[in-house]
Structures are given as C-alpha cells and as structure tokens.
C-alpha cells in the first residue's frame, strides 16, 4: 500500500504490517557517503528512537541513492522529494517495507556495535538479526566480529542480516569497510 | 626464432569505393603496386584486415591470432625473452605503469624503466591517469622522457600510453605503436573521449556509446595510417563492479583489433599485506562494495579478489568464460598498476606543483614506505607475449593475437600449450594460446601442456614450487541473446594435474576425443597453498582459488598462472 500523504508533499508513506510507517525520500544522492552523511546532518538521526533507516541503490532515472526511513514515533518535517525522483523514492520504501533490500545506516543498537564483538553480541545488542558469512555460511555465536565502528547490515528475506567475510584467522568482519581505498587515490 | 606454420585466411568481402587499395579486398594481392602489397600484409599481420578484422568471433572465420608472420620488425635482440618452443620470443611486459605525471604517483619513467629491465621485462606501457591537467600538459611532457628512456635502455620496449577513464566505466589501458603521431593520437584520444576530462564517467547510454567511439577512433586512426597498431584493454574491472558484462561486450564487438582484453589480475599486489609492516587493506585494493554506478547484477563475491585474480578470470564458468563459450577472443594480462611501492625509499619531490606543471617534482630520497600497496614493474606480476620478434609491432601483435599468459611470483618460467590433431606430434603443430584449431568434426584432438618450472628464486628469494595445474574446456555455444550473461554453464575444469617436485619441465597431455563440436580451453596453475571449491561448485571446480583475506593476504604464498584460451572448431 502507498500513501501520498499532503503535510509531506511528495514523501511516500508506507504501512508495515506492524504499523509502521516507512517513508521514502530521494534527493539524487550520488553515494552512499553523501546520503548518510544528509541522514546524520540533516535529519538528525542519532537522535531518533527505534528507527530504522536505510540507503536503496537506484538506477533510475539517473544512478543514485534513495533513503527509506522507520520509525515508531514519527519523523521530523523532511524534503519533498523531486519529481523525477518520486518513484525512486517508491521503490525505497516499497523494498524496506517487504525486507527485500535496503543497507541500514541506523538501527535499535547500532551505537553498541563498535570494537570487535562476538557474533552472539552483536545480535544481543542490535537489532540485527542474522550474521552471515559470504557466500552464506553461518559463523559461531562465539566468533569474533571486528566491527570497525562500522556495521551496515542489509535487508534480505525480511530478515536484516549482517554480510561479513573472514579478516584474519579466526576473525570475521563486515563485507563492507568504511574506508575503501578510492579509485585514483592520493595514498601519500 | 624459427619458422612458423602457416594459417590459411579467409577473407571475406569487405569493399567500398572510399577504401585505399590494400584496404579493399575485392583487389587482388596481385594488381596492388609493391608499396600497397606491402601495406596489406602489414595490414593483414596486425590483423586489420578482412576476417581479422571483422571477426568478433572465432565462429567467423578467424580472428588476429591467425596473423602470418611479420616481415618487418621493428627491433633486433631477443631482449632476455625465452623462445621455449623455438617458434616464439616470449617477452614478458606490464601495460600498466604510472609516474609522476599521475597526480597519485610519483617516480620518473626512467625509475620505473630501470627496474622493469631489472625485474625481468621486455616491455612496458607508461599509462599516467587522464585528466584535464594530463590532456592539456601530462600527456605532451612526458614524450620526451619516454623517448630518452627508449635510447638509453634499448633492450626494453616503452610504449606511450594512458590509463583512460572509460566513459561510463572503469579504467583501461590505452597505448600505441610508437611513431611521430603517437602522442597527438593519445593526446585527442584523451581530449575527445576520455571520462574525467569530459565528465562522462557515470553509467549512462550516451556515455556508453562514447567509449564505444573512442575504441573506434583508435582504429580509424590506425587505418588512416597515423599510427601503427593501437590496444585497449580494461583494467581491474570487478574493482567497482561499473564493467557491465554488455559493456565488454560491446567494447570487443566495436573493435576487435583495438579493444582486446581485460586484466586477469589487477595490480597493487601487495596491499593486502598485514600491517603494520604492511599496507593491510584487500589484495589489488579491491575493497569496495555496490555502489549506484554499480552493474546490479553481480554479486558481492566479485568485488574482492581471488588468488589476486579479478573475480571475472578467476570464476571457472563465469565472465571471461561466458565470452569465450560465444567464441569470442578477450584476453587478460597481469599488471603491477606501480604508483608508489612497496618498501620503497623515496618521496615526491619537495615544492611541487602538479596542477600547474602537470607533473611532481622528481623524487628524492625519503623515509621507508610501508604503507604502499604497489611491486615494481616485474617484481611479481608479468604478462608474457609470444612475438614473432622483439619489437613494437611484434609484441602488439602478439597481444592482439591472444599469445599471452600471465603469472604472479615468478610460478612458472614457459608456457607451451597446444591443441593439436591427436596423430600430429611435431613440436609447433597445432594451435597455441589465442588460436583455434579448425578440424573436420569427428577429428581426435588432444591438449598438450610443456611447463619449464622455476629454476632460480622470484624477487622474495625463494624457487616457487608449482604444484597443481588445471585444464578448463567449455563449449562455444554461439552469441548470447542477453548481452549482460556472466555465466558459461559447460565450462569446468576437465582435468588437473599434480606436479611432482624436482623437475625443471613437466609435459602433460589432455585428450579431448573425437571433437565434433566447437569447444575451448584454457589452463591455470597455483603453488597448492590456498584453494577452495569455485563460485559455480565443486563439480565446476574443485581447487579454484580462495577469496583473499582482508589485510590478511601475503601476495607471494599464493601464486597462480593463467593461459588464455584456444578454440577447436569442426566443421
């Protein structure tokens, strides 16, 4: 169901089955960085209880990033999305609501993931559910996670699921590092 | 060198009233005066003309690998290369070199000359960033400096080139045959085409149809005789998964003397050394994760590498393969992508300004650098090409043609493949890397594998010990109708072989019955130290190589070889 809401101009309004509105918003972002940095900065979202919000890769009509957003209590005024953007914006919402996709940037406990946690930890304190290996293998509830104060779990099935490779003996860590050495970098 | 068995060509039509006569194959060879016979075998060598040219395809009647032999080679020597079955000088290279006409670089072309030669090559493809500063100044300045350098270290081939900005894509290597237009080729080459000087570098339809136009200017350029050969491969292309399988495609299809192949290992080899003694980021920097420029269809699995492979050589039955079972020629290479090395004494040189002298100031002496992810030219990654002769022309050709395999650490020392008619024994016989075999159907036909092993130590000091080689077939199965296909279902690993320690040569042989369907093959060897059941399952391939670890990878204790492939076609 998509709801076209007036106060919000041209956001999309989405209904969970647990009545929880997800709202889709695009604004052209060109990366990832750029979308979280305008979640952090702009909306505000550390301080915002129980939300869940996440990046949407999109290709069209341009390739950018798209933004969902959940939240139990309601969520400030936002941006009105553009028009060419709107189903961009659509299709965020659309993929968060089912669990199909969507990388989350902010979750219930997402400020505890930081320094090198057990698998069984990181499920306690967040709201991730699943950690798997890539190429789908499960680790040990023991096994040591490196998280490097970065962890960006992702929508699969419904069920939001940690990504994460081997990084040393032993040791897992997120597939996705917060750094990645950029194409044509200046490493000195 | 010795002779070289002679390949028929079938030349089809390809006339028009605007086309000199050695480019219209309606005149025959023997109503062209002696400069224009001249100028069509030359065309025909570089496999610029008729088939050779028009083939996108082995099922087309052949392609450059069944170039005659050159007849005017530009070089003499043999340039250290190993002619390790008396047919080919193979020549070892690296077509991937910035200096410090790259904002993100910093040695001279001297400094990488010099330890290129030092390290073992032949051959080598300077290839600084383009950009609007190396379009306007880079790309003019650094001729002279090449020039000097080709006078000065006369055994080793340095080509002008430039690592382009694909409109809508990655990196690639471009480079040409040297002569007095090479550099105002490169240089409106960058101008009109290249990604970060026109702001085309994001995904679109019109962006990709500019890099589609810029491979066909290179070969407009050849064709109108400015220049003498011109090559484009891509590099690291699963880095930031932004080489759609339809953009490889259609880059081969719009040239297929110009755009040739892609690199089967990226470089920067050793960043994924551990730290603190090393740079302790993901094997060739490959880090990264989708983004939205990304091709949404592959999978995480590609953005990392595998044996310090690219995830699109190192899947058995997947990207390159899927290529191949259409028949089509796309070859890889290994590359060390040197910007600042590994271990390395030097710094940029103090007080420079890059912007506005197009360039940094010549390095200088400076603190060890451990932080660096980059070998030297040679130090660990080579791209060996059979060339008819040690020259510019001859090792283009031998690239063009598909005569190349690569290796990391120095694994192996020779590579002599062949598909051959089972009855036909005579060393040489058959078709080697890049070629195809064309028999009747039914013919039996066997591989044949003789592999000189390392005698003497790699640049780690140590004699690498090769121990298992595998054989990849596939069929060819004709054009896809879904030009994004990543997938080539047949392929699989047939056949592996142990290597027994001790020996300076192993000799294997493969047969592949009574072929009487169009298939291919391709080999790959590793030292056994890290394996793991392929992407497409262990039934594909049992011991392919393993995802590098993250900061956890040491580059010298997993080495592997690839060959490219050979066709066998019945008819």
Redesign the interface.
């Known amino acids: 169901m998509v709801l076209r809401q007036p106060d919000l101009g041209p956001a999309i309004l989405t209904a969970t089955a647990t009545a929880v509105t997800v709202i889709g918003i695009s604004l052209g972002h060109a990366d990832d960085a750029a979308a979280e940095h305008w979640l952090h900065d702009v909306v505000g979202v550390a301080d915002l209880p129980g939300l869940v919000a996440c990046t949407h890769l999109v290709r069209t009509p341009r390739p950018h990033v798209a933004i969902s957003l959940a939240a139990p209590d309601g969520l400030p005024d936002l941006p009105a999305t553009p028009a060419d953007l709107v189903p961009a914006a659509e299709l965020a919402a659309d993929e968060h609501r089912a669990g199909r996709s969507g990388r989350a940037v902010r979750y219930p406990g997402v400020d505890r993931l930081v320094g090198t946690l057990t698998v069984a930890e990181l499920l306690d304190f967040s709201a991730i559910e699943q950690v798997i290996m890539l190429g789908g293998a499960v680790p040990e509830p023991e096994t040591p996670v490196q998280t490097r104060d970065f962890v960006r779990p992702q929508w699969i099935n419904g069920v939001l699921t940690l990504i994460t490779t081997a990084v040393g003996p032993g040791r897992i860590g997120p597939f996705e590092l917060p750094d990645p050495t950029p194409c044509c970098a200046d490493k000195h | 060198m010795g002779h070289h068995h002679h390949h028929h060509h079938h030349d089809h039509a390809a006339s028009g009233a605007d086309v000199p006569a050695p480019l219209d194959l309606s005149v025959p060879d023997a109503e062209l005066s002696p400069t224009e016979a001249s100028r069509r075998t030359f065309l025909r060598n570089a496999g610029l003309l008729g088939a050779g040219a028009a083939a996108s395809s082995v099922l087309a009647g052949g392609h450059a690998a069944h170039a005659a032999p050159a007849n005017d080679h530009s070089g003499g020597g043999t340039g250290g290369g190993q002619a390790n079955d008396g047919e080919f000088v193979w020549l070892a290279g690296d077509h991937h070199i910035h200096t410090q006409y790259s904002?993100?670089a910093?040695y001279r072309v001297v400094d990488q000359a010099k330890h290129a030669r030092a390290y073992g090559l032949d051959w080598i493809v300077i290839t600084d960033?383009g950009n609007a500063t190396h379009s306007r100044i880079g790309v003019e300045k650094v001729n002279p400096d090449i020039v000097e350098t080709r006078k000065e270290i006369k055994d080793l081939l340095v080509y002008q080139g430039l690592e382009w900005n694909i409109p809508s894509a990655e990196?690639g290597t471009v480079f040409v045959q040297p002569g007095p237009n090479e550099v105002a080729v490169l240089k409106q080459f960058e101008t009109d085409y290249d990604g970060s000087v026109n702001g085309t570098s994001?995904?679109?339809p019109e962006n990709e149809a500019l890099a589609i136009a810029g491979i066909k200017f290179l070969g407009d350029e050849v064709r109108r005789r400015r220049i003498g050969g011109a090559l484009f491969l891509a590099n690291h292309p699963s880095?930031?998964g932004v080489d759609s399988p339809h953009e490889v495609r259609a880059w081969r299809d719009a040239d297929p003397t110009v755009a040739v192949g892609m690199e089967g290992a990226p470089g920067h080899q050793a960043?994924s050394l551990?730290a603190p003694n090393g740079p302790g980021?993901?094997r060739g920097?490959y880090?990264?994760?989708?983004?939205?420029?990304?091709f949404?269809g592959y999978p995480?699995?590609s953005y990392?590498t595998w044996g310090g492979f690219d995830w699109m050589t190192s899947t058995v039955g997947g990207l390159w393969d899927s290529l191949l079972a259409e028949g089509k020629p796309w070859w890889i290479s290994a590359n060390s992508d040197s910007?600042?090395n590994y271990l390395g004494t030097s710094?940029?040189g103090p007080d420079s300004d890059f912007n506005a002298n197009g360039k940094y100031n010549d390095p200088v002496y400076g603190p060890l650098?451990t932080?660096?992810?980059d070998f030297w030219p040679g130090q660990y990654s080579r791209t060996h090409v059979g060339a008819q002769a040690f020259g510019y022309r001859a090792v283009m050709d031998a690239i063009r043609a598909g005569r190349v395999w690569v290796d990391h650490g120095g694994l192996i020392r020779g590579l002599d493949m062949r598909v051959r008619r089972l009855n036909d024994q005579r060393p040489g016989a058959g078709a080697t890397l890049g070629g195809t075999l064309k028999i009747k159907s039914g013919t039996s036909v066997v591989v044949t594998l003789d592999i000189d092993l390392a005698t003497v130590p790699n640049w780690a000091q140590f004699v690498p010990k090769l121990a298992r080689v595998d054989l990849i077939v596939g069929d060819v199965t004709g054009p896809v109708t879904d030009q994004d296909t990543f997938t080539a279902p047949t392929t699989r690993v047939a056949a592996s072989f142990e290597v027994q320690p001790g020996r300076k040569r192993v000799s294997f042989s493969y047969p592949l019955g009574r072929v009487d369907r169009p298939m291919y093959v391709r080999v790959r060897g590793t030292d056994g130290n890290r394996s793991a059941p392929g992407l497409m399952g262990a039934a594909v391939d049992p011991h392919g190589p393993a995802?590098d670890?993250?900061?956890?990878a040491d580059p010298w204790l997993d080495l592997w070889f690839y060959g490219n492939p050979i066709w066998v076609l019945p008819s």
């Not at chain 2, 880090?287 to 990304?294: D, L, V």
């Not at chain 2, 670890?549 to 956890?552: A, F, N, P, T």
């Open positions: 904002s993100d910093m960033h990196h994001s995904p679109s880095r930031r960043s551990p980021r993901g920097y880090e990264g994760s989708p983004s939205a420029a990304s949404p995480l699995e990392r910007h600042i710094m940029r650098i932080t660096a992810g995802m670890v993250l900061g956890d």
